[in-house]
């Protein structure tokens, strides 16, 4: 097997010179590159990376040079006066612009009725070798100045300032100021007609947030607002200013993934960018938020100080994950941020990491076409993400803070491991951090602890919690317990521990849910906390927790799935948003056992608008004036839960409100539902047209999300075989959107089997447009995400078996067939018992 070899080892770049002319109608590239470095050893080579480039020409020190291009997309540059010490490599290169989304690529757009194009560039995680040759390694730190030479009368952005910009030969050239030393994966540019609003943070920083003309000033307004108070809230947390004179953020119309921290240039797509405050809702403002913070967090973790190798990528996206929460949270007490982390990542992590052959937050990478694998959301932000709020809840936010400090002091412009981090924190909280920790990021899995009571004995024991068939484990964790009851030590590192406990008081574990762990509470623990659930004594998280986790023990097979229904009934009368979230996931998690039984359907729909009533009726269709977000958000659950019960009158006024209003005109929150609604119980062609035609043409990033949600739920074949060409013609929905149309149409009961013969009849063309991309792996990961008959398990197998050695695949694919056959094991055991349960409602 092929292995990544690092190329550092060999030269040691110290400065980049390079310039690049633009002809993008011709879809070409061409520049020179001179890189100021150093060898080690005195071999009579140095190997640089380049891919799909042409080499034109190459000096070593003025002289020119033999080369020839190798394997592992590495160019190889012979001279005998190569030897140890400093040399200047200079490149002349041409390459062409392709429409992948990463490299140097175009984005397109519509604007008053006007075909245009930007280009821009994507580079993470080894891109930039596709547009001028470098080392292309993380530790390859470097200072860069770039030239770039493009056409007249555009926008040209770089990480840096513009230094100097002047007309030759009827072409803008471009000069930025040097950037400081950094990885090559961060450095980027923009090149086309874009507007901006501009404003200043505390220390002088000046933040821009762009888009192209299509897009409203007025949606530029609340990413600007949230960049200035985060990277002014940054400085201050992190003890150390923001590192450059600039902030730019882009909405670009065509982005592989949600967001780029590229320094001083961040790249996002659209609708994770751009708020409009006429068309976006709640959640997607606050996603806005969280991704803005996200990415300006990197520019501390994972820009001034970045991981030596990608192994260490947790310390890039598990970091911002964690601050992605920890910085709106501190700007906005009010969006309770910290249980949003709780009813979304921390689900996404328990469920994914209970699957056998997931990865370890931290991951060994072996195979160039491996390293995009890594990037599994559930994983190195999510899980990861979670563990940094444990360890921050372990040792207090307080040493916490002291210990990043000291990291960016110590580290700046330099590249670390996990242990360099642990150290400093151990340093600050006098706890020996690496210990406790390492075991966490190095073992895939977590625990399930179950507590037992006899007497006044409590037991408590911890084994890996499996969702699907897997191998024996004898994995063990160090555990923060955080219990309701000192009796309860506040480590489990053994496998068993019994202590004494005379407290009445039921007893609780990980309190506030911020370590990754579940709980099973035997016999009269559990009836005692589910008492206090109704009675009203337990607090919001420690409610929805009880729930969520009673769900995964239902999927793992320690709980009856059919316990679920009488558990749903203690929540009758709850309040709070966050807990809908998972009354109504609960719902969702007992839908796959009835979707051959119309009786049993009928019940459970019928279960949902039973529960759901109550705040319907608070809440109705509009919102009030002044009313909390919470309760905004908390509208769009409860009106799906109804929707869902196909309450007579529910789907006449969606169907009405759909009939009456625009698009633009009906509220954010609910707006994918309508449509959604009107698309399921009233579905012509005509609708399904107009719908297509307003996505085409529509600028708005969240109109669009929500016309493609409300279509994909259709019923009808006809229409999810339009919907299936839509995706491949690429004209109408983008390939940046492409997955998110597809696993909307696998969720949907009608659309599944369709789509699932659509991807395997049109693997050749997914394979060539995403086998590039960060993406390509989504395809069999969201197959296996809904797939669940023995039939489509023996499909999977045959189809995607032949596929496990292509790198990118391997450990989806692996991880997916134990995927869909625990749900059809699943099924199959919990499914009659589920449905005699709901026929006795
Ligand atoms: N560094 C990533 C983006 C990335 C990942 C680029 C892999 C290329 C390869 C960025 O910081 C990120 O994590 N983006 C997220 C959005 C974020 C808010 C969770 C993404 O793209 O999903
Ligand atoms: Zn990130």
């Known amino acids: 097997m092929q292995t990544v070899s690092r190329l550092i080892t060999q030269f040691v770049p110290e400065h980049y010179q390079l310039s690049l002319n633009h002809d993008r109608i011709g879809r070409t590239f061409s520049g020179t590159v001179s890189i100021n470095g150093s060898s080690p050893d005195s071999t009579g080579e140095i190997k640089v990376h380049a891919k799909d480039l042409t080499i034109e020409s190459v000096t070593v020190d003025g002289k020119e040079a033999d080369f020839n291009q190798g394997e592992n997309d590495e160019i190889s540059i012979i001279h005998p006066d190569i030897h140890a010490g400093r040399h200047i490599v200079a490149i002349g290169f041409s390459g062409t612009i392709t429409d992948g989304m990463h490299g140097l690529y175009p984005c397109y757009y519509e604007h008053d009725g006007v075909k245009k194009e930007l280009l821009a560039t994507q580079f993470e995680s080894h891109h930039a070798r596709e547009v001028f040759p470098c080392i292309d390694e993380p530790e390859a730190k470097a200072t860069f100045d770039v030239a770039l030479t493009t056409e007249q009368d555009i926008v040209v952005l770089g990480n840096m300032p513009i230094k100097q910009q002047q007309i030759e030969n009827d072409k803008l050239v471009t000069h930025f100021d040097t950037t400081p030393r950094m990885s090559v994966y961060l450095l980027a540019w923009v090149a086309g007609e874009l507007h901006k609003k501009t404003a200043v943070t505390k220390q002088g920083v000046e933040v821009n947030v762009w888009a192209t003309p299509a897009q409203p000033a007025s949606s530029l307004d609340f990413a600007l607002d949230s960049a200035v108070e985060t990277i002014d809230f940054f400085n201050e947390y992190f003890g150390t200013p923001y590192p450059l004179p600039k902030s730019d953020h882009v909405a670009l119309p065509d982005f592989s993934s949600g967001a780029m921290e590229n320094w001083g240039l961040i790249t996002y797509r659209e609708v994770a960018l751009l708020v409009d405050p006429e068309t976006t809702s709640v959640s997607s403002k606050h996603y806005v938020a969280g991704v803005v913070a996200h990415e300006l967090s990197h520019q501390w973790f994972g820009n001034l100080v970045t991981m030596k190798w990608w192994n260490n990528l947790w310390l890039n996206e598990s970091f911002a994950n964690l601050m992605e929460h920890l910085a709106p949270d501190a700007l906005h007490p009010d969006w309770s ?119 006044d004995m409590l037991t408590l024991s911890q084994q ?128 796959k056992f009835v979707e051959t039984d119309k009786d049993a359907e009928r019940k459970l729909r019928s279960l949902s608008g039973t529960i759901a009533r109550k705040q319907y009726n608070r809440l109705g269709w509009d ?208 499914g009659p018992e589920v449905r005699e349960a709901l026929a006795k409602l």
Request: charged share 25%; net charge negative; hydrophobic share 40%.
């Open 623 to 830: 919102a009030k004036e002044n009313e909390s977000e919470t309760d905004t958000k908390m509208r769009a659950t409860i009106i799906g839960m109804m929707i869902y019960s196909e309450d007579a009158d529910v789907l006449a006024t969606a169907k009405e409100l759909y009939a009456s209003k625009s698009l633009e005109e009906l509220d954010a929150e609910l707006r994918a539902l309508i449509v959604g609604t009107a698309v399921r119980h009233g579905e012509t062609s005509e609708l399904v047209d107009t719908l297509i035609e307003k996505y085409g043409k529509t600028p708005s990033p969240d109109l669009q999300q929500d016309i493609a949600s409300g279509l994909t739920s259709t019923k009808n074949e006809v229409t999810i075989s339009k919907l299936l060409d839509l995706i491949k013609q690429g004209t109408i929905v983008r390939s940046q959107d492409a997955t998110h149309w597809l696993v909307w149409l696998m969720r949907n009961r009608s659309g599944r089997a369709i789509a699932w013969q659509w991807l395997q009849d049109n693997w050749k063309w997914i394979e060539q447009t995403f086998s590039g991309d960060k993406s390509y792996d989504d395809f069999p990961r969201y197959a296996a995400g809904s797939l669940m008959t023995r039939n489509q398990l023996e499909e999977y197998k045959a189809f995607f078996s032949p596929m496990i050695d292509v790198p990118a695949l391997t450990r989806v694919i692996t991880i997916g067939i134990g995927e869909i056959e625990g749900r059809v094991q699943l099924i199959e055991r919990d």
């Open 337 to 455: 941020v910290w249980l949003d982390f709780v009813t979304t990542e921390s689900i996404y992590a328990l469920r994914r990491d209970s699957l056998e052959g997931v990865q370890p937050v931290q991951t060994e990478v072996n195979h160039p076409d491996e390293i995009s694998t890594l990037f599994d959301g559930a994983i190195v932000y999510a899980k990861g993400g979670r563990l940094m709020r444990m360890l921050q809840q372990y040792i207090g936010d307080e040493a916490f803070q002291k210990g990043l400090a000291s990291y960016f002091a110590k580290y700046k412009y330099g590249n670390t491991t996990g242990d360099d981090l642990w150290n400093e924190l151990s340093d600050a909280s006098g706890e020996n951090i690496g210990d406790f920790m390492n075991t966490w990021i190095s073992q895939s899995g977590y625990p399930v602890v179950t507590v037992s009571q006899n007497g």
């Open 464 to 591: 890996q919690f499996f969702v699907g068939p897997h191998e024996p484990s004898s994995k063990l964790w160090p555990i923060p317990l955080k219990a309701s009851s000192t009796d309860v030590p506040q480590m489990l590192t053994t496998k068993e521990i019994t202590v004494k406990h005379t407290s009445s008081e039921p007893l609780r574990l990980n309190v506030g849910s911020t370590a990754h762990f579940i709980t099973q509470y035997d016999g009269d623990l559990l009836s005692q906390l589910i008492q206090q659930v109704e009675n009203g004594e337990l607090d919001v998280v420690d409610r929805l927790q009880l729930l969520h986790e009673q769900t995964l023990l239902a999927r793992g097979g320690l709980v009856s799935t059919a316990s679920l229904i009488p558990l749903l009934d203690a929540y009758k009368n709850e309040t709070a948003e966050a807990v809908w979230d998972i009354i109504s996931l609960a719902i969702n998690e007992l839908k």
